[in-house]
């Protein structure tokens, strides 16, 4: 037994039996040892961008981490953009990083790097495996790494000479560290503030946006009077029928110092506290009011639902009554695409337990108040800000979850950094409904240019925001993957074709014309 198929197995034992791969020639070994190795699904595809976001993707909804496989420093490189999201997600990633034998690195072929600095920005453990007796057990330590809590990217680096040498056989998977338990003195404190009478908060992030999360902060924030909100992006919220109604904390910083003034006290629940995701002229990077407490319940890495029980019982709220949604979707709208006639077909045609995965940016604004009332949902959003990572999500949570359909809402221009994941989604017989709002341009930026404060734009400029000359036809272009595609020019349309392939297994495409 090499020492690539003592890692296969070692993470297979481990309970890692995906991996989203773009392999070379250093990574031959590992690729011959999946012939060999019962329970690993390797999945192909054409972009290391795409196999760290469909890892982001899968781990969110399998809740466990997936494994990468990426040729050399290069390889890695063109994955870091997902990655940097994964790591703002806490979303647990195995990477396995193929290089040259270590007899061959003194030579400087054309492959050669630093793979070990390029991994260590966008990762929470590095290692490069010394010899192939020692692979096995590097795999056991990343798995363990992944698994610590809230979760992170782990990146193991396998020079081709310890993959090809005689291994020690698989290693056992240290056992998985356990989220702390905050204190009783932190539930009495945070008590107190809500129990105070003082305007108060409290702002949901992380597995607090599970449905028993929320529901515990619903009873919590009925009793008390306190606010409840989710921060800006989450990397996976349920909605829905039966779930809490919590809305997001407004993108815009103007939106958002208003959403926060007048409070007294803000109660961190798996969640940061609020910061602009820019610097603009003139306005503040931290977004609550200087005088704000904030407290926090639980850290990210914590137990937040056993701290939100814990909090429940100390308030009294375990037995007020759950303010959940109920199924009302709205009609299907009619006429004209507008964003408002978007978001209520959206609202009517979640399917039940789908999984959103909501890339939409600029056209997407009124999507999340309209679908409060629908088809219980989970809704992933990219935490991290590098675009591109819609497409790839989508195609990692439909392999985590195949009995339940996907609904990609996805931007034109972030569409483009990933479109080859269509390709994959194919190949691999995904049900994935992938919604393409085409306004032909980057229109997000042309707010930011105002936002900034830039002047005196010409046409240099917003030739930079502008995706035409040439138009890009993207239902020719799914359809030269093999993905069924359709284009909406009207919102009568645009029910038809999402209702239809949300019905029809496999991945489709309906790209809608935004004027």
């Known amino acids: 037994m090499n020492g690539a198929e003592s890692l296969v197995r070692t993470l297979v034992a481990g309970g890692v039996n995906t991996c989203f791969a773009n392999p070379g020639t250093s990574e031959m070994h590992f690729v011959a040892a999946l012939d060999r190795v019962d329970g690993m699904r390797c999945v192909l595809v054409l972009f290391e961008g795409i196999a760290t976001g469909a890892a982001d993707g899968y781990a969110r909804m399998a809740e466990k981490p997936a494994a990468t496989l990426l040729h050399l420093g290069p390889g890695l490189a063109n994955g870091l953009a997902n990655l940097h999201n994964a790591t703002k997600a806490s979303t647990p990633i195995i990477n396995i990083v193929g290089d040259h034998a270590t007899h061959h690195r003194n030579f400087d072929a054309p492959l050669t790097s630093d793979i070990e600095g390029a991994a260590k920005p966008f990762s929470g453990w590095v290692r490069t495996s010394s010899n192939a007796m020692r692979v096995a057990a590097d795999g056991a330590a990343a798995i363990a790494a992944a698994r610590t809590p809230p979760g992170q990217v782990a990146t193991l680096i396998l020079p081709a000479d310890t993959a090809w040498s005689e291994g020690g056989g698989p290693a056992p998977v240290p056992v998985t560290q356990e989220r702390a338990r905050v204190s009783q003195h932190r539930i009495k404190d945070v008590a107190k ?34 606010k409840i909100m989710a921060q800006t992006f989450v990397g996976r919220i349920e909605r829905g029928a039966g779930c809490v109604p919590v809305d997001r904390l407004p993108y815009p910083v103007d939106q958002a110092c208003e959403a926060l003034t007048g409070l007294r006290h803000i109660v961190l629940v798996g969640s940061r506290i609020p910061v602009a995701f820019f610097a603009y002229p003139d306005k503040p990077s931290l977004m ?189 272009v799914a359809k030269s993957m093999g993905v069924a595609a359709a284009r909406a020019t009207t919102i009568d349309e645009f029910n038809v074709e999402v209702a239809r392939g949300l019905a029809t297994p496999g991945p489709c495409l309906v790209e809608v014309l935004i004027a």
């Open 288 to 476: 609550a009011p200087e005088d704000t407490d904030i407290l926090t319940l639980a850290g990210r890495e914590e137990d937040a639902l056993d701290a939100l029980e814990r909090l429940a019982d100390e308030v009294g709220a375990q037995s007020i009554p759950c303010q959940a949604a109920k199924l009302a979707p709205p009609a299907l709208a009619t006429g004209a695409i507008t964003g408002a006639a978007l978001s209520q077909s959206l609202g009517a045609l979640i399917p039940e337990n789908a999984i959103v995965v909501d890339e939409s940016i600029s056209t997407g604004h009124g999507f999340f108040a309209a679908t409060w009332n629908s088809q219980p949902h989970s809704w992933l959003q990219n935490m991290g800000g590098s675009i591109g990572l819609g497409m790839p999500m989508a195609t990692g949570a439909a392999i985590a979850c195949p009995n339940r359909p996907v609904l990609n809402l996805q931007a034109d221009g972030s569409a483009m950094y990933a479109i080859q994941s269509l390709w994959t989604q194919v190949r691999e017989g995904l049900n994935i409904t992938t919604v393409l709002f085409n306004n032909r341009s980057y229109a997000c930026l042309r707010d930011e240019l105002a936002k900034v404060g830039a002047r005196n734009v010409g046409r240099k400029a917003l030739d930079m925001l502008d995706l035409s000359r040439p138009d890009i036809d993207f239902v020719g």
């Open 193 to 226: 503030a809500l129990r105070s009478g003082e305007p108060a908060m409290v702002l949901l992030g992380g597995l607090a946006l599970r449905q028993r999360g929320l529901d515990l902060a619903g009873r919590i924030c009925a009793k008390t009077g306190a």
